[in-house]
């Protein structure tokens, strides 16, 4: 069982045809969705996962108003109401995934701020997961900053995209259960600092 | 070192000054500040947190249009910079605390939607102590739905905020470091399900 729970902020008067717009059709993407008034749920195999993610933020970001999206991924939860779901869905796709991935899943902004955090629960060992996945990031072409709760990512939508994808996929090798939070900001009117 | 980092997402074109003014002077009320392009950090006793958040999004939602509060409470991380924090700082205020807060923070929408999560972390047992508080919460006053990754509070707001103040102050009794999300949502136009 592995998914991803989103809800997408566009801070403008007309929000809600832009969200519905955004999430429109992401299960001809091969994913399950499911909405509520507060988010919308995505399961699936991982690639499809973040093919949907890129794809709802890119729409979303598009007309360039501020906007964010805020998900927490979960893969492994034996609280899920499916019987045995601790392992990730088999998937036979293309290795990596994105190679078939649709043309909107590379339309990301050219800059975009992300605050993460990793969970690997039901294991002692989490922090060094955790220090692990954030010096991974330091070596990829993003900026890196530490905050308290959180790591801060700036850098190219397409970039900083893949590192939290990298760091999901490191940390799941670490705990059967692993829960990722981010926000990803768009087009914000505030000093990136 | 206990802490919330939040988000506020007006969904209005005029969402800056909204924000600026939610979060206003919060200083005041005993707990440090620190904001960032994304969001903003507070570190301090829980019942100041808790004072200090329930201001902001109160000021929020009063205008009456849709507007979200995603936070990250924390207790105990071992990886902040701060040295040995493992520990909540010691409180010396009323028990409760809630006796000594300001007017502000008792003026709560009537209805909110909330979308909770809670990751005692470095320790087995962790599902027993998230099943605990979803119990917990059925018990009180508000609506409690099962989702994917999160259970799904509906009620009204100062009900549904100490619902999470208590299981957020339940689960840190089972676990040295507990991190906890909540996604909450007033005024939406989106049909409560």
């Known amino acids: 069982m592995m998914g991803i729970r989103f809800s997408l902020y566009p801070m403008r008067d007309d929000f809600a045809p832009l969200i519905l717009d ?7 993407l091969g994913v399950e ?3 509520d008034d507060v988010s919308t749920c995505l399961l699936g195999e991982e690639p499809n996962l973040w093919e949907a993610v890129r794809v709802a933020f890119g729409r979303a970001a598009a007309p360039g108003d501020h906007v964010v999206l805020a998900a927490t991924w979960s893969a492994g939860c034996p ?9 990730p869905r088999a998937y036979d796709g293309p290795v990596g995934g994105d190679a078939s991935w649709s043309t909107e899943a590379f339309v990301l902004p050219e800059a975009i701020a992300v605050q993460f955090a990793l969970y690997p629960l039901g294991t002692g060992g989490y922090m060094d997961a955790i220090y692990a996945e954030i010096d991974r990031a330091k070596q990829r072409g993003v900026r890196v900053v530490g905050r308290h709760f959180c790591t801060h990512l700036y850098g190219d939508g397409q970039e900083v995209f893949d590192v939290l994808r990298a760091a999901f996929s490191a940390a799941r090798e670490t705990a059967a259960h692993v829960v990722m939070t981010a926000t990803i900001s768009a087009n914000s009117p505030s000093h990136v600092g």
Chains 1, 2 share one sequence.
């Open 79 to 87: 609280g899920e109401p499916e019987g045995d779901v601790c392992v």
């Open 22 to 28: 955004a999430v429109r059709d992401l299960d001809q």
């Open 33 to 35: 969705v499911e909405v």
